[in-house]
């Protein structure tokens, strides 16, 4: 499994000047990875994305992070972390220099789908029908390329 040190990606990025961490998950299941459609009415609104969510205060490290932003927004429990995608930045909604950290991952319960956050959902092969930003295509590219490790 191809992953980073924890403690080397965010001291990298505080020397970035990075103000906010996010973190992704691309959610591989059978050959397919969920996609969530954010509510119109909020940043980015209507786009298609990863499951993703800021790092909290109360998170140990990414993962914990990690771990905690699939549960909250689909309802579904990562079982493995399988690999290190990529990060990519960008000026949030509230316009802090934000740094998405994206692994892929497994989850136990796919079949338990739960949206907490978003207006939608898909497990999809491609992004064809469910464009998404340039930066999250790169990070779909990366994995559907092959294995991570």
Do not use: C
């Amino acid at each position: 499994m191809n992953t980073p040190d924890l403690d080397e990606l965010t001291s990298a990025d505080t020397a970035d000047g990075i103000d906010q961490h996010v973190v992704g998950a691309v959610i591989d299941h059978d050959g397919t990875f969920l996609l969530l459609k954010r509510p119109t009415d909020d940043f980015r609104g209507g786009t298609w994305e990863l499951p993703s969510g800021k790092v909290e205060p109360t998170d140990t490290d990414l993962y914990a992070a990690l771990h905690r932003e699939v549960t909250e927004e689909t309802g579904l429990t990562i079982s493995t972390i399988t690999g290190y995608l990529g990060a990519f930045d960008y000026t949030s909604g509230s316009g802090k220099h934000t740094r998405q950290h994206t692994w892929t991952v497994t989850v136990a319960n796919p079949a338990e789908l739960h949206l907490s956050e978003h207006d939608e959902s898909a497990w999809v092969v491609t992004t064809e029908q469910h464009p998404v930003s340039a930066e999250i295509q790169q990070l779909i590219d990366t994995h559907l390329s092959g294995p991570t490790d």
